[in-house]
């Protein structure tokens, strides 16, 4: 089981982010739970600067932009 | 990967880097080709219209075809240009660039890095949280936060297909200026008392955790397309209604009505253009056609920069949202600052041109 967070104030990237997890998930048949964090102070306090950023497992892997689809698949198999 | 594998995998990604380093060659010497033949385009175009090419509709239309696509091809390729030299910046990059710069050569880093990190308004008060806490000098963060929204790709490549390139590259250096003094001024008067508490609590030790994602230099061509696409889909259609109404204006209405009002003449336009523009609330693409009106109609170049600075750089929308980290007190210096300085911009603007 993966514990994700995306890290967000909820824009529409950070809704994005979460489905391609989800599907990513999916597709390799991971268990993952997925969370929003939406805290600015929280956002903060994980190092993004830009969001949506994205910890698995209480590491940060990404932050600013959409990851490539690969990359998340990676990250979740890792 | 083991080095036998790596060694294995460069021969074919380095001719498929030069297959796509070609296909961008042939592109841009097409650009260029179509670029240089659009008032040829234009003619050819309105000459199969049953107008006169003489008329009022005739002049219009000619305008109207020759500017719309002149303008997209110049915005896709600044776009496009932009979105490659992106990829090489980001925003946990720039503040590790930041942190702990004195000020002075900390505002001048902040404000060029500002034009070239990408930026999203959305994030922008994480991003300032994230400066601050990371040892980032308040003034420093402002330059980079005035600087991002104000000098960006849609902005320079607007100005340089609507009006040209030298406004374009004067209004860069103003922009830059501009975001330079502001922050270093915010900076000089130590403010950094006046945030609001749990911000100045925060404090985030050893962010350099994040993995920078290895991209390869086709990866970065894809993401510049990407951008174009983003952003072309984003802005089309505020440029159709500016060129349009741009068009009107060229066709129908005489060139002085707007001159005793917004121009160079008039020294009180351009606080009445700033004060105007503040409660508006739109991005570069969204004022172009008030821009590309305005100057239709023979408002003064300044003027209408001042205008546009102030929708972009001063906005209430985007004071409540910062207004989640700064005290109400440093918001008002940090208008205060910048409405000088847009006046400033103005002004000189309409002394040069």
């Known amino acids: 089981m993966k514990h994700v967070k995306v890290l967000g104030p909820g824009c529409k990237r950070c809704d994005a982010l979460v489905t391609m997890v989800k599907e990513a998930a999916n597709e390799y048949g991971i268990e993952v739970s997925v969370e929003k964090i939406t805290d600015y102070a929280e956002i903060a306090k994980a190092g993004v600067a830009s969001t949506p950023g994205l910890v698995i497992d209480g590491k940060l892997v990404h932050a600013g932009g959409l990851p490539k689809p690969d990359s998340i698949s990676a990250w979740l198999a890792a | ?216 230099f086709i990866d970065r061509l894809k993401l510049g397309i990407d951008a174009v696409h983003e952003i072309v889909a984003k802005v089309w259609l505020w440029i159709l209604l500016g060129i349009g109404m741009g068009a009107a204006i060229h066709g129908f209405v005489p060139e002085d009505l707007m001159v005793r009002i917004m121009g160079a003449d008039a020294w009180w336009s351009v606080p009445a253009a700033v004060l105007l523009g503040v409660p508006m609330y739109t991005n570069a693409a969204g004022v172009i056609p008030i821009v590309e009106a305005l100057l239709g109609k023979g408002a003064a170049l300044g003027t209408t920069l001042a205008f546009m600075m102030s929708v972009i750089a001063l906005s209430l929308p985007e004071m409540i949202i910062l207004r989640k980290v700064l005290t109400l007190k440093l918001i008002g210096v940090f208008i205060a600052v910048v409405a000088s300085g847009i006046l400033a911009v103005g002004f000189l603007f309409n002394l040069i041109f």
């Open chain 2, 1 to 216: 990967m083991s080095t036998q594998t790596e060694t294995f995998a460069q021969p074919p990604h380095a001719r498929q880097t030069a297959l796509w380093l070609a296909g961008l060659a042939a592109f841009l010497a097409a650009w260029w080709g179509i670029y240089t033949h659009l008032i040829a385009f234009s003619e050819w175009l309105v000459s199969l219209l049953p107008v006169k090419r003489e008329s009022h509709l005739g002049d219009a239309l000619a305008f109207f075809f020759y500017d719309t696509p002149k303008v997209l091809m110049l915005l896709a390729l600044v776009v496009f240009g932009m979105g490659v030299i992106r990829t090489y910046f980001s925003p946990e990059r720039t503040r590790a660039l930041l942190s702990g710069k004195r000020e002075g050569v900390g505002n001048v880093m902040a404000a060029g890095l500002g034009v070239l990190t990408p930026f999203c308004s959305c994030s922008a008060v994480p991003l300032f949280i994230g400066f601050v806490s990371a040892g980032v000098p308040l003034g420093v963060t402002f330059s980079f936060l005035i600087a991002a929204p104000m000098v960006n790709e849609v902005a320079l490549g607007l100005l340089f297909g609507l009006v040209g390139w030298k406004v374009a590259v004067t209004y860069l250096a103003f922009g830059l200026s501009l975001a330079v003094v502001a922050g270093w001024v915010i900076g000089r008067l130590k403010l950094e008392d006046w945030l609001e508490d749990w911000v100045k609590e925060i404090s985030i030790e050893g962010t350099a955790g994040l993995p920078e994602e290895r991209l390869t």
